[in-house]
């Protein structure tokens, strides 16, 4: 019943900015942590941020200083603002949430930094 929509990728130049959106929708009465993480091709996804517990935040290290997460409780949204891009950034892009004390996945969007 519960989905999340990811949009927001595209192809950006090193050093530009984007900023990706993810949108629950459905029957959601209790919002424990939403947050973002990333694939690369060949690699394992890993955790870039993540929003829980009363606004805390946290980021990976390679992302810090650099992306900043954010949400609104009320729209069931969090933001991701990428800035500084950089080519290891490139991947597929994920939200993740825990809602209604259950996990949900995005369908994911793509991140491609050029040199």
């Known amino acids: 019943q519960v989905q999340l929509v990811e949009s927001g990728g595209g192809l950006v130049q090193a050093g530009g900015s984007l900023r990706l959106s993810c949108a629950a929708s459905?029957?959601?009465?209790?919002?424990?942590?939403m947050g973002w993480y990333r694939q690369a091709p060949g690699k394992q996804r890993e955790l870039v941020a993540v929003?829980?517990?009363?606004?805390?935040?946290n980021y990976a290290d390679s992302v810090k200083g650099r992306f900043t997460i954010s949400g609104d409780n009320a729209k069931n949204t969090v933001y991701l603002q990428m800035n500084s891009l950089k080519p290891e950034d490139t991947a597929v892009y994920y939200c993740?949430?825990?809602?209604?004390?259950?996990?949900?996945w995005g369908q994911g969007t793509q991140v491609t930094v050029s040199s």
């Open positions: 993740n949430a825990l809602l209604n004390l259950s996990t949900y």
């Open positions: 459905g029957s959601i009465f209790s919002i424990g942590a």
């Open positions: 929003r829980s517990r009363g606004d805390n935040t």
